[in-house]
């Protein structure tokens, strides 16, 4: 089948000299970006990338990121993508659970990353090496081509493993519903190691874009990110959290820092109090585009274009991209009635080969298709929903994992995290939500921790945990409150939210 990275190299061959990066190191033509690639694909089919091989991508945010990505596809090999920036801890934790068998990265990180539990040596895009000769044979639309990770309950992230019918048609989906092409120039926001990134990156060069690139800092500082899109005529933003938008809305000049946006797609956790707050406003001379689906359906399943005037009382998702099913079941897999609230079960070309080494996970949560052809699954996302006018209306998660700034998180994971220091005797993660509408997470801890403030608590979970599994308050208990059964009553420690 025909690649994303197909399209990169087409676009080289019709239109060599137009801009494909913009980067704060100089501009990168699209045939300058292709030959790269060409070059690194290679490198790695040298040091035995294959399909089915998982490569391991730990390089600095830049134009290189982006080569090394698409190189990692072009060699026929499925990708991994590390943040480089998080603990080594969890670097580690994503490179076993994924499966890497190789790693990609340059010369000056090598060193730091060389616990890493990958086999052989890393493949340096920095250090030319000998190149395979030979034409690469076009992937199978079942051949894996990323792998991405969702937080896991059993103290590690649990890989999910995507193939390229989803991501390839997912990617010319987000191109043509959203009118890409030649001129649209967009700014990467996603970081990476995040499923979003892909988007972000690769749906504007598949139509033959721009995509600007800037540290990650300046995306943190209202001021930089205004001049970005500025200086670089940004008009499109795929990747946007509500968070993200709520924090330019929350600008003195929020209506300047969103002038000259045409296109701004958000995902990742509800809409609604952005739009509560009136933010829609903001961006009148701009599509706004909701969009819903987990990691486990090749990032987005719905979409819903947000109107001038929104609906505020209902967090709509719309309507299913091209080669989506989405099905309202009960209990008993049964349709609900229109109208009613079921659980989102969603099927098509996005749905994931499952979870990396979790057999039992992956035949709980991806199921037979009940009222599809033969051989039809259906991934089961534990969220609630309704249909209504405007498409589905999706209504909260129906198990306990939440989403924070964007990222789904299971509680679970922060809980072991907690456990492991030596003077946390229990511990119960809930999430609770500010009075902007945002939701973070509150740990009840147990133990002999007199001695232990909480930044102590927080530099022990840092050795492990991303930031967006960070509790914002650490609640100390005599003791955890527990049901009959004598589990941990997380309602109770919800409802009460700590209070004792």
């Known amino acids: 089948m025909r690649t994303f990275v197909d399209e990169i190299a087409a676009h080289a061959a019709l239109a060599p000299d137009r801009v494909a990066l913009t980067t704060p190191d100089g501009e990168l033509t699209y045939e300058e970006l292709a030959a790269r690639i060409e070059a690194l694909a290679g490198m790695l089919r040298a040091r035995g990338a294959r399909p089915e091989t998982v490569c391991a991508v730990a390089v600095g945010r830049g134009a290189d990121a982006v080569v090394a990505t698409a190189a990692v596809v072009r060699s026929g090999a499925a990708f991994l993508v590390l943040d480089v920036e998080q603990p080594p801890a969890r670097l580690a934790a994503l490179v076993r659970s994924g499966g890497a068998d190789l790693l990609l990265t340059t010369s000056a990180l090598a060193g730091p990353l060389e616990e890493l539990p990958v086999p052989g040596r890393p493949v340096l895009l920095d250090r030319p090496a000998p190149v395979a000769p030979g034409a690469v044979e076009p992937p199978d639309g079942r051949s894996l ?34 009118g890409l092409g030649p001129d649209t120039v967009a700014l990467q926001i996603a970081p990476p190691g995040y499923d979003a990134s892909v988007r972000d990156t690769f749906a504007p060069l598949l139509a033959g874009g721009r995509l600007v690139l800037v540290p990650r800092s300046a995306l943190l500082r209202p001021a930089e990110f205004g001049a970005a899109v500025r200086d670089h005529g940004v008009n499109t933003l795929l990747s946007v959290t509500p968070s993200y938008l ?39 001379g701009a599509a706004l585009v909701n969009q819903y689906g987990p990691t486990e359906c090749t990032m987005t399943s719905t979409r819903y274009a947000v109107p001038a005037d929104p609906d505020t009382t209902a967090d709509l998702v719309g309507t299913p991209i091209d080669g989506v099913v989405v099905r309202l079941l009960d209990a008993a897999l049964a349709p609900v009635p229109h109208g009613e609230t079921g659980e989102v079960y969603l099927g098509g070309a996005g749905v994931a080969r499952g979870y990396r080494g979790l057999a039992a996970r992956t035949a709980e949560r991806f199921v037979p298709d009940p009222l599809g052809p033969p051989g039809a699954r259906l ?47 229990g511990a ?73």
């Open 145 to 178: 081509a990323y792998v991405s990770h969702t937080s896991g309950s059993t103290g590690e992230p649990s890989a999910v493993l995507v193939e390229h019918r989803g991501v390839d048609n997912y990617l010319r989906c987000v191109a043509r519903d959203y």
């Open 379 to 425: 991934y089961r996302t534990g969220d609630l929903a309704r249909t209504g006018p405007g498409g589905l209306e999706y209504l909260g998660r129906g198990d306990r994992q939440v989403k924070i700034r964007g990222y789904r998180v299971d509680p679970a994971e922060v809980e072991g995290a907690l456990l492991a220091h030596p003077g946390v005797t």
């Open 428 to 500: 119960v993660v809930t999430a609770d939500t500010d009075d902007q509408g945002r939701v973070f997470l509150l740990a009840h801890v147990t133990g002999d921790l007199a001695d232990t403030p909480d930044p102590a608590l927080r530099a022990h979970l840092a050795t492990t945990l991303p930031p967006h599994l960070m509790p914002r308050r650490f609640l100390r208990l005599d003791r955890l409150p527990t049901t009959r059964s004598g589990k941990a009553d997380r309602r109770a420690l919800a409802e009460t939210g700590g209070r004792s």
């Open 246 to 284: 709520s924090f330019l809305a929350g600008q003195p000049d929020a209506a300047g820092l969103l002038s000259g946006l045409r296109l701004v797609v958000s995902s990742g956790e509800s809409l609604r109090p952005f739009l509560a707050a009136g933010g829609r406003a903001l961006l009148s």
